[in-house]
């Protein structure tokens, strides 16, 4: 009984040290985590509850016990895919009413399930000892959790085979994994013996929180690009072990960022900077490049193309793509972009190299920009 009680106080004390960490980061996004791990610690709870006061003597409190652990029981694998949902497709399809309605109505049928169960033994009853055993209707629960499990292990299948990005296929493919796991013991070990289920969703959670803070050190919080780190590192790789004919860096800067900074704020700065990121966003789909936001008004992208002349093509459609959103959240700002391009495949050419030859192009390019809206000013005066 001691191992017991000891084994559900270490789930808890894990719980609320990961809770505290999301709470302390006030950020919208660790809601689900929060959720995730108030469930666990609540089930944590009931079991102790369970053990310090006999089913037998305490007929009624298990049978309010029991109900909420089963709503919680289907609303772990309901977090789960909504995690899953808003890391690989995105917060967008969250709140698509349709998707969130399907999503809480297995949530809704177990929560008015249990509330009559005491009574009508849909979901569980107690025997001769005070015990819970399976209601009739509790195959309902593992229907559910095998929807959730399936959906959840769904996007991950759909997001692996868009995605382009082998160390992105690596995390979906242990998000994969976790799903399984979790939706795997919770389906074949069941409520009724719920132990395997509660230590190994503490310890995803745990792994999830890792996770989290070791893409804080390589995703850029204003943009949510790569940031310097994961670049340099990206490029290190592809520089040492990938075929790099038809490989290129382009440095991309916003021509004028200062004078947008010093005349409207930094608040219209920092939505010019997410505006550029989305427009290279919204075509990566397209062109299977990796982008990066490197620090200031200075991106980077590294792509592949058979033909050297299908850059240009690229960096038209960012241009293209920039206007439209520009228009749309900037329109008193008309914001350009310099853009400077170099292959990878150089003979004797080291990173830092090939960083300073694509850095100076564009650096050239934007010299010459600055010419050109100084001209088109000066005429316009005139």
């Known amino acids: ?102 999503m809480l109505l297995p949530i809704f049928i177990t929560t008015m399930m249990a509330v009559v169960s005491p009574f009508k033994n849909y979901l569980f009853k107690l025997n001769l000892f005070g015990e819970p055993i399976a209601g009739d209707y509790f195959f309902v629960l593992d229907i559910f959790v095998g929807l959730y499990t399936t959906a959840a292990f769904a996007v991950c299948v759909f997001s692996a085979v868009k995605e382009h990005s082998f160390d992105m296929r690596v995390k979906i493919s242990v998000a994969g994994f976790f799903v399984l796991l979790l939706g795997g013991i919770q389906f074949i070990f069941g409520y009724f013996m719920s132990n395997f289920y509660i230590v190994a969703a503490t310890l995803s959670v745990l792994f999830l929180y890792v996770e989290a803070q070791e893409n804080r050190i390589f995703v850029d919080a204003l943009t949510g690009l790569n940031n310097r780190n994961r670049f340099r590192m990206y490029l290190s790789n592809v520089m040492n072990n990938y075929v790099k004919v038809n490989m290129y860096l382009t440095y991309v800067d916003i021509d004028d960022f200062k004078k947008i900074n010093d005349e409207y704020g930094h608040i219209v700065g920092d939505l010019s900077l997410r505006t550029v990121a989305e427009s290279m966003l919204d075509l990566h789909s397209k062109f299977h490049y990796f982008i990066a936001r490197l620090g200031g008004d200075e991106f980077a992208i590294i792509s592949s193309h058979t033909d050297s002349s299908d850059v240009d093509v690229m960096i038209e459609d960012i241009k293209r793509t920039l206007k439209k959103k520009s228009e749309k959240n900037l329109p008193d700002i008309s914001l350009n972009l310099s853009f400077g391009t170099t292959s990878l495949n150089q003979a004797g050419k080291t990173m830092n190299d090939i960083i300073r030859i694509a850095d100076n192009i564009m650096y050239e390019q934007k010299r010459e920009n600055k010419l050109k809206h100084a001209e088109a000013d000066k005429a316009g005066s005139e």
């Not at 919208?28 to 995730?36: E, I, P, Q, T, Y």
């Not at 772990?76 to 998707?99: A, H, M, N």
Request: charged share 15%; hydrophobic share 60%.
């Open 1 to 102: 009984m001691f191992l017991r009680i000891e084994l559900y106080v270490i789930l808890i004390f894990i719980s609320l040290i990961i809770l505290r960490a999301y709470i302390r980061e006030h950020r919208s996004v660790n809601r689900d985590f929060l959720l995730a791990g108030l469930a666990l610690v609540i089930m944590d709870i009931f079991e102790i509850i369970s053990v310090f006061f006999p089913f037998s003597s305490y007929f009624f409190m298990h049978s309010i016990v029991v109900g909420m652990e089963l709503i919680l029981w289907i609303y772990l694998p309901y977090v789960c895919l909504r995690i899953i949902i808003w890391r690989f497709l995105g917060q967008e399809f969250l709140k698509d009413s349709t998707v969130k309605n399907l």
